[in-house]
């Protein structure tokens, strides 16, 4: 994601020079669990608010009680000193021309394509789309279109609104919600656009006396029941409320506001009216707050209004998988999307549920068998012998990182301490290399600096648009991870890691915003899922490839925060590894395709706003297109099994080795076909001990292998 290219609203491939990476180039139970820990190099004493504009990580709802585990305490850290602790170094290349003064660029969210670019990119906030025009705005209801390799549903303008606007900016951004500003040609602002993910709603406040032009697609707004003008555009139908409407034109006065919403297919009259009354208090941002318990983590996002009414929401499948709370009041219709209905709500409060996943250190390897122990500590003496030097940039440099401390974690957990003593060593000398806060002012490799402009920490060397904010969650969830892993019993080296580990935690994942980092960087907690690129210069919205990676992300961060003694921040750490293994599976290996039946795959792998594709950045084979959703498989990503079907892995699998498992990415294939049962982990077992190098990738090992294919077989975990 490197090139700065509209993608096309198409079923075409994504370009692999747009990749980040060309991976192998040939609660409150977790609180009683951590204990009383030391906190290590954290200053804690800002509580710094939202310089980044609504969003506080705490909330409370107008219309229903928090329902589940308590409200987590988001970590409270001092980030100014944080970004104090490295040089301070422009290198980012981004450019946010639609910003407001003061606005921490709002990089690696659904909206980013309205700041970066020489043009604004149209977004995708569910159920609606929006996006920006030289004057003002379009409204659209995506309709997905299912062909054999993707889910489409571009933006088309179904209403325009023409302020008489010369330009816009971001001036307030929060997780899940955006407000931006039309200014006229002086400079002065006109008024005030906000959406929100979820929120049929998308409301204009006037600051100054203007005069609207709203048109729709095949006909006009005219007077309804319960005070909104209905429009039909094509096959769906908008409702406008607020403002004195006349032939089309809107007058507001300053401090005025005119809501705009489409009507559910079909819409009864009860939804008619609660969407006509609800609209009539335009939502001003989102809340979000979590917590965690023995079995379930929880986030709630309050839609706060400007008046304090109640509002409605719409529900992604994943708010509505497994167990989830009692929700009333949520048969007022559904709108269509790429990722299936959204069911429409009355109220303020989204709260929703996913399994508890708290972070993984090493296999259960209890019950595996003495020849498998042998077969294991074998391939790890080779394992450690072949490792070679360690890259220098973030991405390669923390896979090498993590397969070190995995391997050193492994041959601990047998009994082989002294096969990985000297591996352990320059592990530990090369974590604390990139663990120097001033590493940057003696080399320009593995170290890290602050982007001031950019509000982010950055490795000095660049990997897969890094210096453009592509993926950092992928890149330092494999360095917390090494530094988790290898820091557990030893508290002298966590604080010296401490200010840079801590420092790449927050980049990614500050559970409150600051003026010097954004609130949850690349965590969508409304979608449950990141975004991948930093500014989404695409027609198609933000996207993700490697869900398994993300969730690998929040692992990392909960090992950091384990080892480190930071009770809030493992807290947080389980809610976002949840909650992203619980959409890993919901939308991109065991989707939901009752209703895709044009769709010729057993999963989906690139998930964008606007599309869904069976494809990656870098190649189209069926096994590259599997094993990005898997990597790097490590003792977390047992999740991909749980609940699962065994056929759907078993399909998956098959549908990815069609000439078997000697290809690139073998070895993620075959510890995905080992979760399916026992007896599918005995015949990955046989054949991976023929597996040729050659189909291992540079982030695992054949030891790592065998020991997560034991592990399956004898802890089998499919459908549970």
Same mark, same amino acid.
């Given at each position: 994601?490197?090139?700065?290219?509209?993608?096309?609203?198409?079923?075409?491939?994504?370009?692999?020079?747009?990749?980040?990476?060309?991976?192998?180039?040939?609660?409150?139970?977790?609180?009683?669990?951590?204990?009383?820990?030391?906190?290590?190099?954290? %200053?804690?004493?800002?509580?710094?608010?939202?310089?980044?504009?609504?969003?506080?990580?705490?909330?409370?709802?107008?219309?229903?009680?928090?329902?589940?585990?308590?409200?987590?305490?988001?970590?409270?850290?001092?980030?100014?000193?944080?970004?104090?602790?490295?040089?301070?170094?422009?290198?980012?290349?981004?450019?946010?021309?639609?910003?407001?003064?003061?606005?921490?660029?709002?990089?690696?969210?659904?909206?980013?394509?309205?700041?970066?670019?020489?043009?604004?990119?149209?977004?995708?906030?569910?159920?609606?789309?929006?996006?920006?025009?030289?004057?003002?705005?379009?409204?659209?209801?995506?309709?997905?279109?299912?062909?054999?390799?993707?889910?489409?549903?571009?933006?088309?303008?179904?209403? =325009?609104?023409?302020?008489?606007?010369?330009?816009?900016?971001?001036?307030?951004?929060?997780?899940?919600?955006?407000?931006?500003?039309?200014?006229?040609?002086?400079?002065?602002? +006109?008024?005030?656009?906000?959406?929100?993910?979820?929120?049929? /709603?998308?409301? /204009?406040?006037?600051?100054?006396?203007?005069?609207?032009?709203?048109?729709?697609?095949?006909?006009? /707004?005219?007077?309804?029941?319960?005070?909104?003008?209905?429009?039909?555009?094509?096959?769906?139908?908008?409702?406008?409320?607020?403002?004195?409407?006349?032939?089309?034109?809107?007058?507001?006065?300053?401090?005025?506001?005119?809501?705009?919403?489409?009507?559910?297919?079909?819409?009864?009259?009860?939804?008619?009216?609660?969407?006509?009354?609800?609209?009539?208090?335009?939502?001003?941002?989102?809340?979000?707050?979590?917590?965690?318990?023995?079995?379930?983590?929880?986030?709630?996002?309050?839609?706060?209004?400007?008046?304090?009414?109640?509002?409605?929401?719409?529900?992604? %499948?994943?708010?509505?998988?497994?167990?989830?709370?009692?929700?009333?009041?949520?048969?007022?219709?559904?709108?269509?999307?790429?990722?299936?209905?959204?069911?429409?709500?009355?109220?303020?409060?989204?709260?929703?549920?996913?399994?508890?996943?708290?972070?993984?250190?090493?296999?259960?390897?209890?019950?595996?068998?003495?020849?498998?122990?042998?077969?294991?500590?074998?391939?790890?003496?080779?394992?450690?012998?072949?490792?070679?030097?360690? %890259?220098?940039?973030?991405?390669?440099?923390?896979?090498?990182?993590?397969?070190?401390?995995?391997?050193?974690?492994?041959?601990?957990?047998?009994?082989?301490?002294?096969?990985?003593?000297?591996? $352990?060593?320059?592990?530990?000398?090369?974590?604390?290399?990139?663990?120097?806060?001033?590493?940057?002012?003696?080399?320009?490799?593995?170290?890290?600096?602050?982007?001031?402009?950019?509000?982010?920490?950055?490795?000095?060397?660049?990997?897969?648009?890094?210096?453009?904010?592509?993926?950092?969650?992928?890149?330092?969830?494999?360095?917390?991870?090494?530094?988790?892993?290898?820091?557990?019993?030893?508290?002298?080296?966590? $604080?010296?890691?401490?200010?840079?580990?801590?420092?790449?935690?927050?980049?990614?994942?500050?559970?409150?915003?600051?003026?010097?980092?954004?609130?949850?960087?690349?965590?969508?907690?409304?979608?449950?899922?990141?975004?991948?690129?930093?500014?989404?210069?695409?027609?198609?919205?933000?996207?993700?490839?490697?869900?398994?990676?993300?969730?690998?992300?929040?692992?990392?961060?909960?090992?950091?925060?384990?080892?480190?003694?930071?009770?809030?921040?493992?807290?947080?750490?389980?809610?976002?590894?949840?909650?992203?293994?619980?959409?890993?599976?919901?939308?991109?290996?065991?989707?939901?395709?009752?209703?895709?039946?044009?769709?010729?795959?057993?999963? +989906?792998?690139?998930?964008?706003?606007?599309?869904?594709?069976?494809?990656?950045?870098?190649?189209?084979?069926?096994?590259?297109?599997?094993?990005?959703?898997?990597?790097?498989?490590?003792?977390?990503?047992?999740?991909?099994?749980?609940?699962?079907? %065994?056929?759907?892995?078993?399909?998956?699998?098959?549908?990815?080795?069609?000439?078997?498992?000697?290809?690139?990415?073998?070895?993620?294939?075959?510890?995905?076909?080992?979760?399916?049962?026992?007896?599918?982990?005995?015949?990955?077992?046989?054949?991976?001990?023929?597996?040729?190098? =050659?189909?291992?990738?540079?982030?695992?090992?054949?030891?790592?292998?065998?020991? /997560?294919?034991?592990?399956?077989?004898?802890?089998?975990?499919?459908?549970?």
């Amino acid at each position: 994601m490197t090139a700065r290219v509209t993608e096309p609203t198409t079923e075409v491939r994504p370009p692999p020079t747009h990749r980040r990476r060309w991976i192998t180039l040939v609660a409150a139970a977790v609180a009683a669990v951590l204990g009383a820990g030391v906190v290590l190099w954290a %200053p804690w004493a800002s509580d710094d608010t939202a310089s980044e504009g609504v969003g506080t990580g705490t909330g409370s709802a107008p219309d229903a009680p928090v329902s589940g585990p308590a409200d987590a305490t988001p970590p409270k850290v001092d980030s100014a000193a944080l970004v104090a602790a490295v040089p301070d170094e422009q290198v980012a290349k981004i450019d946010p021309v639609r910003l407001a003064d003061g606005v921490v660029p709002p990089t690696n969210r659904w909206y980013s394509g309205l700041v970066f670019g020489d043009q604004p990119q149209p977004v995708f906030a569910e159920p609606l789309s929006f996006g920006l025009t030289d004057s003002g705005f379009t409204l659209g209801l995506p309709k997905p279109v299912v062909s054999e390799k993707a889910v489409v549903a571009p933006h088309v303008p179904a209403v =325009t609104v023409d302020a008489g606007a010369a330009s816009a900016r971001v001036s307030a951004a929060d997780p899940v919600s955006v407000t931006v500003d039309l200014l006229d040609t002086s400079g002065a602002v +006109l008024g005030h656009v906000v959406l929100a993910e979820g929120s049929p /709603f998308v409301s /204009f406040t006037a600051e100054q006396d203007v005069t609207l032009v709203s048109s729709v697609t095949g006909g006009s /707004f005219e007077a309804g029941s319960d005070g909104a003008a209905i429009a039909d555009a094509g096959d769906s139908q908008w409702g406008l409320v607020g403002g004195k409407s006349d032939s089309g034109s809107t007058t507001l006065g300053k401090g005025e506001s005119a809501s705009w919403y489409a009507l559910p297919p079909k819409a009864s009259a009860a939804a008619k009216k609660a969407l006509a009354t609800a609209a009539a208090d335009p939502v001003t941002g989102v809340d979000v707050s979590y917590g965690v318990g023995d079995d379930v983590a929880r986030t709630t996002l309050t839609y706060k209004t400007a008046g304090g009414s109640p509002t409605a929401y719409v529900t992604m %499948p994943h708010h509505r998988d497994g167990d989830q709370p009692d929700r009333k009041d949520c048969d007022l219709g559904a709108y269509p999307s790429v990722y299936g209905d959204l069911e429409l709500c009355a109220g303020s409060q989204l709260t929703s549920y996913a399994p508890a996943v708290p972070a993984s250190s090493e296999l259960d390897l209890d019950g595996i068998t003495a020849d498998q122990k042998a077969a294991i500590v074998d391939a790890l003496k080779a394992d450690v012998t072949a490792t070679p030097a360690f %890259p220098s940039d973030t991405y390669f440099g923390g896979k090498a990182l993590n397969r070190a401390a995995s391997l050193v974690v492994l041959g601990e957990q047998l009994g082989a301490d002294d096969v990985v003593a000297d591996l $352990k060593k320059k592990t530990v000398e090369q974590l604390e290399e990139w663990g120097d806060p001033q590493g940057c002012t003696q080399r320009d490799a593995r170290c890290v600096v602050y982007d001031k402009t950019a509000r982010s920490a950055i490795g000095l060397t660049p990997s897969f648009g890094s210096d453009e904010l592509n993926d950092h969650h992928f890149h330092y969830g494999y360095i917390l991870a090494a530094a988790g892993l290898l820091t557990q019993d030893d508290p002298a080296l966590a $604080k010296k890691l401490a200010p840079v580990m801590n420092l790449l935690g927050q980049d990614i994942a500050a559970a409150k915003p600051s003026s010097e980092l954004p609130q949850l960087r690349s965590f969508d907690p409304y979608a449950g899922h990141s975004w991948a690129s930093g500014t989404s210069p695409f027609a198609d919205g933000n996207n993700q490839e490697s869900s398994s990676e993300a969730v690998n992300a929040w692992n990392g961060l909960g090992l950091w925060a384990q080892a480190s003694g930071q009770k809030d921040l493992q807290t947080e750490a389980t809610w976002l590894a949840s909650t992203e293994a619980s959409t890993a599976k919901a939308y991109w290996t065991n989707p939901d395709l009752s209703d895709l039946e044009s769709f010729d795959h057993t999963i +989906l792998s690139l998930n964008w706003g606007g599309k869904r594709d069976y494809a990656t950045w870098f190649s189209p084979d069926p096994n590259a297109i599997l094993a990005i959703q898997l990597i790097p498989m490590g003792p977390v990503q047992t999740y991909l099994a749980a609940g699962v079907d %065994p056929d759907q892995i078993r399909a998956s699998v098959k549908e990815a080795t069609p000439s078997g498992y000697g290809v690139q990415f073998g070895d993620y294939l075959l510890m995905y076909s080992a979760l399916a049962g026992a007896d599918d982990a005995a015949a990955a077992w046989k054949e991976a001990t023929g597996l040729p190098d =050659t189909s291992i990738d540079d982030g695992s090992s054949r030891a790592a292998m065998l020991a /997560f294919i034991a592990s399956a077989r004898a802890h089998p975990t499919a459908g549970r």
